[in-house]
């Protein structure tokens, strides 16, 4: 009975589905992008169909146009959109921001820890040297650290050197330079300490506090509304850039705008959703990993789009190579100079042109014309390339070689010849007389085109890396206090790197010093000398006779000894492993106590000894051994160094798991520093596969990334030492 009244329900519903599904479009959107007019490249039997020897035809070019049109004007009425966003003051900026690199705030060119400053000139001059500048930075402080221990995205922005003054300052800096300043939101950050405010909010209030210009949203494909309006109820209005965006897109493509793209590369480039629906939104191309940017940066330069000039990955160096850095160089100075003709609703992708493998944008405005061209061929071409119409006044200007063009002229239509590179780039401006504003870039290409792009190396390298050297101590002639022997021996040290991303590619992870280059996986059978190891990590009473017998403090004394009071421990905490120190800290300590650090293989030889065990006590993994986790968003105390004896190494070292991490090695290259830490921790956020991955397994380690101590230093990170033997 409840069927058959189910039924006519049932089938008034699916006869709904095609007017709920989409509209009546043949090129419906694929992801972010809407593809191509119909072209017999596209034939799926590459071995035997004939390929098209010419453009796409007329009559198809309009009828896809026709169509595109019509998707947009429906597509906009669906999703309420209005366009006050755009047109706001305060954030016509993001329609001119085309050049973007996310960056790590560990970036070796941003910061300089021994001088205890922003360099802010050191590393943009480096990018305008390297590929002609940026006109925003999206400046990265949370993942990959966020996690390791209860500090969230708030806490680490605020953690960062000179706290919300010194940022302030550094975004100044920027700004002085022309380029504006992003900030990440994580929604995905509910495993840590409770804000207690909502992300809106908190990240609202916190990003105006430091005059930062906008949002880049991680891994959402839209900002909610209600960042909008706490952006606005602070008076420090915020742009929003959302990581993705959806392929449906609805009401928030009003108040996202910006985005980045991540997109697909067809031989017959397919077009932005985004920038169809909107002209003035801003889309950042971004495919990180890629080696070779060619479809990134052809793509960005059809569309008239920005690019997302990422190389520093999690502290992974991927550089743009020298080719693709020239060819950014000129696609960003003429995509600088009209951003206004960029932004124009009158865009026509694909428009009409004569050779093919050659494809065109047309991006009139008023009585300027900007096409932007890109061949996909594998050869150059030269020649007729395109037909204009024509009108007495008018000049042409081949922008990409910086020449004025003269024009086969034949009724009311002009045909523009130029050159263009294998896979290369072209640029036309029709425009009356001979503005002055022209000039300067006028004169600048016809510079840079002297020099074909083909004439750079277009050869990607990895990023070398170098261990930071522990210099040895004196030679212990007795058995020293509180430490452990561990006797000579050959080892096989395997050890692999818990990256959450990289997969096992070249430049992971650390470049050991017998290894030719960085990489996820490392093995090598060594001959240990003897030496000694505390058998316990270094605890909060043994430092602060430390700090009592050296008058320490550090100059950069953000977060030393947090939980510390008047330079004393909490009652209770003396045989607590201390924490909240940084890497200097630790080897200030040793350098007192005449110890120093282990090298990352002498304290997996000394938990492990010679049988390959994955953790101290054996084969199996054992609860009973270590703490119990803490997965709560406030994190408790570590727990007593000697308080799991079933812990114990094959030598008798304690604490080497579960606890707290425990610093070792330095690894450094142009770029980043980053630290190994080993044992992993009691701490362990919810909610999240992004947080900073525990490794109590002795064939793993964590890579922490280092900035300054302020923000290096961790609630779960400790330390013990070593001292060598005879």
């Not at 900030?183 to 609202?204: H, I, K």
């Not at 900002?223 to 392929?247: I, M």
């Not at 261990?467 to 101590?473: D, G, K, N």
Request: glycine letters at 8%.
């Amino acid at each position: 009975m409840h069927k058959i009244r189910f039924l006519p329900v049932l089938l008034f519903a699916l006869s709904l589905t095609p007017a709920l599904s989409g509209q009546d479009t043949k090129f419906p959107p694929q992801g972010e992008q809407i593809p191509g007019p119909p072209n017999a490249t596209e034939a799926k039997d590459h071995c035997c169909a004939r390929q098209g020897q010419v453009p796409t035809s007329k009559s198809d070019f309009e009828n896809w146009l026709a169509d595109i049109k019509h998707y947009r004007h429906e597509r906009l009425i669906r999703a309420g959109f209005h366009s006050g966003e755009y047109d706001r003051p305060e954030l016509k900026w993001t329609q001119a921001a085309f050049i973007q690199p996310q960056m790590m705030i560990e970036d070796r060119y941003f910061y300089d820890p021994g001088a205890g400053r922003y360099t802010v000139d050191r590393y943009l001059d480096d990018l305008e040297k390297r590929y002609g500048g940026i006109d925003s930075v999206l400046a990265w402080h949370t993942y990959t650290n966020i996690g390791v221990d209860s500090r969230n995205q708030y806490d680490l922005l605020r953690d960062m050197p000179g706290g919300v003054t010194g940022i302030h300052h550094m975004i100044e800096d920027f700004h002085r330079r022309g380029v504006r300043v992003l900030f990440p939101v994580m929604v995905w950050d509910q495993g840590t300490r409770d804000e207690g405010l909502p992300n809106a909010v908190a990240t609202a209030r916190l990003l105006a506090e430091v005059g930062a210009d906008g949002v880049n949203g991680d891994t959402l494909a839209e900002l909610p509304l209600d960042f909008r309006q706490a952006s606005d109820a602070t008076g420090h209005p915020l742009a929003f850039q959302p990581e993705g965006a959806p392929e449906n897109p609805a009401e928030a493509l009003a108040w996202n705008n910006m985005s980045w793209g991540y997109w697909k590369y067809p031989f017959v480039p397919m077009i932005s959703l985004y920038k169809w629906l909107e002209s003035r939104h801003m889309v950042n191309v971004c495919n990180r990993w890629a080696r070779d940017k060619t479809d990134d940066l052809q793509y960005a330069f059809f569309n008239g789009v920005g690019y997302e000039s990422w190389e520093n990955i999690w502290g992974i160096w991927n550089q743009i190579d020298e080719r693709d850095a020239e060819a950014l160089r000129r696609i960003a100075k003429i995509e600088r100079d009209f951003p206004d003709l960029l932004a124009t609703p009158d865009w026509e992708p694909h428009t009409p042109v004569l050779q093919y493998g050659v494809f065109a944008s047309k991006f009139p405005r008023q009585e300027r014309t900007l096409w932007t061209i890109i061949n996909r061929n594998e050869f150059g071409v030269k020649g007729r390339q395109i037909e204009v119409p024509y009108k007495d006044g008018l000049h042409y200007f081949d922008l990409w070689h910086g020449v004025e063009l003269t024009p086969e002229v034949s009724g009311g239509t002009a045909t523009l010849s130029f050159d263009m590179e294998a896979h290369g780039f072209g640029a036309v401006l029709a425009t009356r007389g001979n503005p002055d504003s022209l000039r300067a870039l006028l004169a600048g290409m016809h510079d840079l085109a002297r020099r074909p792009l083909a004439s750079y190396s277009h050869e990607w390298h990895f990023l070398p890396q170098e261990l930071v050297e522990i210099p040895s101590t004196p030679a212990a002639a007795t058995d020293p206090e509180g430490m452990v022997k561990i006797p000579s021996g050959d080892f096989e040290f395997r050890v692999a790197g818990v990256e959450i991303e990289g997969g096992n590619d070249i430049g992971l992870d650390v470049q050991m010093p017998w290894e030719d280059s960085p990489r996820r996986q490392h093995l090598h059978k060594m001959h240990i000398r003897a030496f000694y190891l505390d058998r316990y990590p270094v605890t909060n009473a043994e430092f602060k006779k430390f700090i009592d017998a050296m008058e320490y403090h550090p100059k950069d004394d953000h977060n030393f000894l947090r939980d510390w009071k008047n330079r004393a421990y909490p009652q209770g905490w003396g045989k607590k492993p201390v924490t909240w120190v940084s890497l200097e800290d630790a080897r200030a300590y040793a350098t007192w106590a005449g110890k120093r650090l282990p090298h990352e293989w002498e304290w997996q030889y000394a938990a492990q000894g010679t049988d390959g065990r994955p953790y101290p006590w054996g084969q199996d993994r054992d609860a009973t051994a270590v703490p119990a986790p803490d997965k709560r968003r406030d994190m408790r105390e570590p727990t007593h160094v000697d308080a799991f004896p079933k812990g114990a190494s094959p030598y008798g070292v304690m604490d080497l798991v579960g606890n707290v991490w425990q610093w070792t090695d330095e690894y450094v290259d142009e770029h980043t520093r980053a630290a190994i830490v080993r044992g992993g921790s009691y701490y362990q956020p919810q909610g999240s596969g992004w947080y900073f991955p525990q490794a109590y397994r002795l064939d793993e380690h964590g890579k922490y990334l280092l900035m300054a101590p302020s923000i290096d230093r961790a609630g779960t990170i400790g330390f013990r030492c070593a001292v060598d033997t005879r």
